[in-house]
């Protein structure tokens, strides 16, 4: 069964916590995305991987980190100097020719 | 700068009835405009996509119009039905976006049975 596996469903950060969220794909799909969605701000881009060891800013990074070790794994670290990270987070891969393949995401809240 | 912009930010529709949303774009340059659904603590799902050389594209009750002189396209369910509550992103790609796809706001549609 082919998709993107997104995980935990849900997260809860402390105040001052890196917290880091999974994202892995069997669709063998070279370029992967992550987007942050907020009520009324539709989604937002953060970083994006056309490759392998490589993986480039988007709209939103500050505050993010990633990496790209792998062909299947693009996980993205939330950090401490990230100050508002509640937010739903969705991982995708690209489709042929331009569309994308969402994961279930992730909600992550700060307690 | 938003380059695309979607209206309306919520919609309530009667079943039956026709649902359209509205995106306004900025950038001549784009050259794939898809629509995406979305449910309640999912990830989006595409529904339809059109490309500028054509004016109008259906699947079933969903349509997309595409007006390139006024960069404008927008969405048409026909026969609205409460499983089409959802939440509707348009975006836009191309030009030196490399793939990247940027989206609208997003609307909210409620259809009451």
């Known amino acids: 069964d082919g998709g993107i596996t997104q995980s935990p469903k849900y997260l809860f950060r402390k105040e001052g916590q890196n917290v880091t969220l999974s994202c892995e794909q069997n669709l063998n799909h070279d370029a992967m995305y992550w987007y942050r969605q907020d009520p009324g701000q539709g989604l937002r881009l953060i970083y994006y991987?056309?490759?392998?060891?490589?993986?480039q800013k988007g709209d939103i990074a500050e505050g993010y980190s990633v990496s790209r070790e792998k062909k299947e794994s693009f996980p993205l670290t939330v950090t401490s100097a990230q100050k508002n990270p509640t937010a739903f987070y969705l991982c995708?891969?690209?489709?042929?020719?331009?569309?994308?393949?969402f994961g279930s995401g992730t909600r992550l809240t700060v307690v | 700068q938003q380059q695309v912009k979607q209206s309306p930010q919520s919609l309530i529709v009667q079943k039956g009835g026709i649902s359209i949303i509205n995106c306004a774009y900025e950038n001549t340059a784009f050259d794939y405009f898809p629509w995406y659904q979305q449910f309640p603590g999912k990830g989006p799902a595409l529904l339809i996509a059109?490309?500028?050389?054509?004016s109008e594209k259906k699947e079933g009750r969903f349509t997309i119009s595409f007006n390139k002189s006024a960069k404008q396209f927008s969405l048409h369910i026909m026969d609205s039905q409460p499983g089409d509550s959802a939440t509707y992103f348009c975006a836009v790609a191309g030009g030196t976006s490399y793939g990247k796809l940027t989206f609208g706001q997003g609307t909210i549609l409620t259809v009451h049975p």
């Open positions: 059109i490309r500028p050389d054509v």
């Open positions: 991987s056309q490759i392998v060891n490589d993986f």
């Open positions: 995708a891969t690209k489709t042929h020719p331009r569309g994308y393949t």
